[in-house]
């Protein structure tokens, strides 16, 4: 089994920043593929960035630019640095890791980070 823990989610103002941080932990297995994914109140989940940690990264087209998806993997970690932050970034931002083990993937969910950011 493999864990999957969010942070660095908070209050910051218009234009400010904040980095998030995903760590996976348990025995085993490889870091593949991680999507950070956020989900606004009333509002479906939306992708918003990817790391394969072998193809260059994806972005949606609203944070290209001004969101930055990176990987530790002696850590197992993923961050997502976010800076020049709108009111429309406020949301609950999760992590769905693709961990490889014995040749499988299989997909981890995070719990989630708040990130509200004021106008």
């Known amino acids: 089994q493999v864990q999957v823990v969010e942070s660095g989610g908070g209050l910051v103002q218009t234009g400010g920043s904040l980095r998030l941080s995903c760590a996976a932990s348990?025995?085993?297995?490889?870091?593949?593929?991680v999507t950070w994914l956020r989900q606004a109140p009333g509002k479906e989940r939306e992708f918003v960035a990817e790391s394969s940690g072998v193809q260059n990264a994806k972005y949606a087209d609203a944070v290209k630019g001004r969101f930055t998806i990176s990987r530790d993997n002696a850590k197992n970690t993923v961050y997502l640095q976010m800076n020049s932050l709108k009111p429309e970034d406020t949301g609950v931002y999760i992590c769905n890791i693709h961990a490889g083990r014995d040749g499988v993937l299989t997909s981890y969910w995070g719990q989630g980070t708040q990130v509200t950011v004021s106008s």
């Open positions: 348990g025995s085993g297995f490889s870091l593949d593929f």
